[in-house]
């Protein structure tokens, strides 16, 4: 790569910074060059995100109609996935799995929300408070 | 500790390894740091899962730099890991007291300051802290184009975060770097090295043969899969350019690295090499352009077979640059 064909697309997923990489001037020497973003790869992130999103709005959906306990909405939103929180939380995926039924949420002790609360970066008393609300 | 340069890199390991060994007394560039270490590979993981997708890797595991840089060059390196999370924090405040810099591992997403949209569950990220005021830590983060201040709140939360790859709060930090070094023996054994992960383990996935086998899995997309499809190329795409690859999955920077080593020891052959692999890492971009273009393409058929030949094209022609370096490394040892 050019320096001159270092992408400059002012990706917003760079969050106004630039990153590093390397290409070579006109007598084909390498040096380090910034980019302020490359529209195909921000495509791809944005891709990404636009997916999680998608499936915390379909579980937060879920937790409105009481189909579904927050927890799953609350995983999407927070980056997560079955396979990712069950080894942030060191719990099963099929008891994860298990706290996304609204009843099985509402009977959990405060030891298990803990681990929930420590995940996703919450205070435990928020997870207790969801305990009540919709019963 | 105030003499320290923050230097930007492209990737944080590399970052961090060339910020230790310079701050020791051992000027070293990023790519230098980089090819030494023999940090250029390719893995296609299936077993792993991000996101639901398999892990494709463009270079060594994470650690894997540190461990064989420090090694190869006979410097002494400490390195802990705590299972007290307080006991963790104090010695990293003792370490900086006495004015050292450390090396940490931690995770990407409980750091405020990267942006929103690049902070995913990644663990093995690796930055420096060299100094500490009030309560906050100055942090050098090698991504980053300037220095960085965290809250030690979000410090501790990082270095102690949980899941794949957990950092257990790892610091590191060098003791002695020697400053004789026989760079023609190093090159020699890091090129060598770089070109057995390559291009000769007996394995399907790595290296040469990950290329090819991720090549022969893009051919057999199903195109009704549409929304499958596009999740997956798009994900090459990121594990490629997104995380701190200095651009083409880190063939740009092993293509500087072999400049820079070619010029030290006055190697024709090198040079050649590096202009060659500027070259393939030109073919990279343009896969990861290609794959995008399918991705975005609404109501005509992408063409798999013609993006997965591309792909097949850069691993013949890593091949053929592997055993061209490993003949030359071999030559004279």
């Given at each position: 790569?050019?320096?001159?064909?270092?992408?400059?697309?002012?990706?917003?997923?760079?969050?106004?910074?630039?990153?590093?990489?390397?290409?070579?001037?006109?007598?084909?020497?390498?040096?380090?060059?910034?980019?302020?973003?490359?529209?195909?790869?921000?495509?791809?992130?944005r891709l990404a995100l636009a997916e999680l999103d998608r499936l915390a709005t379909e579980a937060e959906e879920g937790w409105r109609s009481g189909e579904l306990s927050p927890l799953k909405s609350l995983m999407y939103r927070y980056r997560l996935?079955?396979?990712?929180?069950?080894?942030?939380?060191?719990?099963?995926?099929?008891?994860?799995?298990?706290?996304?039924?609204?009843?099985?949420?509402?009977?959990?002790g405060a030891a298990v929300l803990a681990r929930y609360a420590v995940a996703f970066g919450l205070p435990l008393a928020q997870l207790i408070s969801y305990q009540k609300d919709r019963s | 500790m105030s003499s320290f340069q923050h230097q930007q890199?492209?990737?944080?390991?590399?970052?961090?390894?060339?910020?230790?060994?310079?701050?020791?007394?051992?000027?070293?560039?990023?790519?230098?740091?980089?090819?030494?270490?023999?940090?250029?590979?390719?893995?296609?993981?299936?077993?792993?899962?991000?996101?639901?997708?398999?892990?494709?890797?463009?270079?060594?595991?994470?650690?894997?730099?540190?461990?064989?840089?420090?090694?190869?060059?006979?410097?002494?390196?400490?390195?802990?890991?705590?299972?007290?999370?307080?006991?963790?924090?104090?010695?990293?405040?003792?370490?900086?007291?006495?004015?050292?810099?450390?090396?940490?591992?931690?995770?990407?997403?409980?750091?405020?300051?990267?942006?929103?949209?690049?902070?995913?569950?990644?663990?093995?990220?690796?930055?420096?802290?060299?100094?500490?005021?009030?309560?906050?830590?100055?942090?050098?983060?090698?991504?980053?184009?300037?220095?960085?201040?965290?809250?030690?709140?979000?410090?501790?939360?990082?270095?102690?975060?949980?899941?794949?790859?957990?950092?257990?709060?790892?610091?590191?930090?060098?003791?002695?770097?020697?400053?004789?070094?026989?760079?023609?023996?190093?090159?020699?054994?890091?090129?060598?090295?770089?070109?057995?992960?390559?291009?000769?383990?007996?394995?399907?996935?790595?290296?040469?043969?990950?290329?090819?086998?991720?090549?022969?899995?893009?051919?057999?997309?199903?195109?009704?899969?549409?929304?499958?499809?596009?999740?997956?190329?798009?994900?090459?795409?990121?594990?490629?350019?997104?995380?701190?690859?200095?651009?083409?999955?880190?063939?740009?920077?092993?293509?500087?690295?072999?400049?820079?080593?070619?010029?030290?020891?006055?190697?024709?052959?090198?040079?050649?090499?590096?202009?060659?692999?500027?070259?393939?890492?030109?073919?990279?971009?343009?896969?990861?352009?290609?794959?995008?273009?399918?991705?975005?393409?609404?109501?005509?058929?992408?063409?798999?077979?013609?993006?997965?030949?591309?792909?097949?094209?850069?691993?013949?022609?890593?091949?053929?640059?592997?055993?061209?370096?490993?003949?030359?490394?071999?030559?004279?040892?």
């Amino acid at each position: 790569m050019k320096l001159d064909d270092v992408p400059q697309d002012s990706s917003s997923t760079y969050g106004g910074h630039c990153k590093l990489l390397y290409a070579v001037d006109e007598q084909g020497h390498y040096q380090g060059a910034q980019s302020a973003g490359w529209d195909d790869e921000a495509y791809s992130t944005r891709l990404a995100l636009a997916e999680l999103d998608r499936l915390a709005t379909e579980a937060e959906e879920g937790w409105r109609s009481g189909e579904l306990s927050p927890l799953k909405s609350l995983m999407y939103r927070y980056r997560l996935d079955e396979p990712a929180l069950a080894q942030v939380t060191g719990l099963w995926q099929w008891r994860i799995r298990r706290h996304f039924r609204p009843a099985i949420y509402r009977r959990l002790g405060a030891a298990v929300l803990a681990r929930y609360a420590v995940a996703f970066g919450l205070p435990l008393a928020q997870l207790i408070s969801y305990q009540k609300d919709r019963s | 500790m105030s003499s320290f340069q923050h230097q930007q890199s492209a990737h944080c390991e590399s970052g961090v390894l060339a910020s230790l060994l310079t701050h020791a007394g051992l000027p070293m560039s990023e790519p230098m740091a980089f090819g030494l270490a023999s940090g250029l590979a390719f893995a296609y993981l299936p077993i792993v899962k991000i996101g639901g997708m398999p892990l494709i890797a463009y270079r060594m595991p994470p650690r894997h730099l540190i461990k064989t840089l420090s090694k190869r060059l006979g410097a002494r390196m400490h390195s802990r890991t705590f299972g007290d999370q307080e006991q963790g924090r104090r010695a990293l405040d003792e370490l900086l007291d006495a004015g050292r810099l450390a090396g940490l591992q931690s995770s990407v997403f409980w750091l405020p300051y990267f942006p929103p949209e690049m902070r995913f569950h990644f663990n093995a990220h690796n930055l420096l802290a060299y100094g500490r005021e009030g309560n906050e830590y100055l942090i050098s983060d090698p991504v980053f184009e300037t220095p960085m201040r965290c809250a030690a709140e979000d410090l501790h939360k990082a270095r102690f975060a949980k899941g794949a790859l957990a950092a257990k709060g790892l610091m590191y930090w060098f003791d002695e770097v020697p400053q004789e070094q026989d760079w023609s023996r190093l090159v020699r054994q890091s090129v060598l090295s770089t070109t057995r992960i390559l291009d000769g383990m007996p394995l399907p996935w790595i290296g040469i043969r990950g290329i090819q086998h991720l090549a022969r899995r893009i051919a057999g997309l199903d195109p009704a899969q549409a929304k499958y499809n596009r999740l997956y190329l798009t994900h090459i795409v990121r594990m490629q350019e997104e995380i701190g690859t200095g651009g083409a999955g880190f063939r740009f920077m092993y293509a500087s690295f072999l400049q820079e080593a070619g010029e030290l020891l006055g190697e024709d052959s090198l040079q050649e090499a590096s202009r060659s692999l500027t070259d393939i890492g030109d073919d990279w971009r343009q896969f990861a352009s290609a794959c995008v273009r399918a991705s975005r393409s609404k109501g005509e058929q992408p063409d798999f077979v013609g993006i997965a030949a591309s792909l097949d094209a850069i691993a013949g022609r890593e091949r053929v640059l592997m055993r061209e370096l490993g003949a030359w490394s071999r030559r004279r040892g």
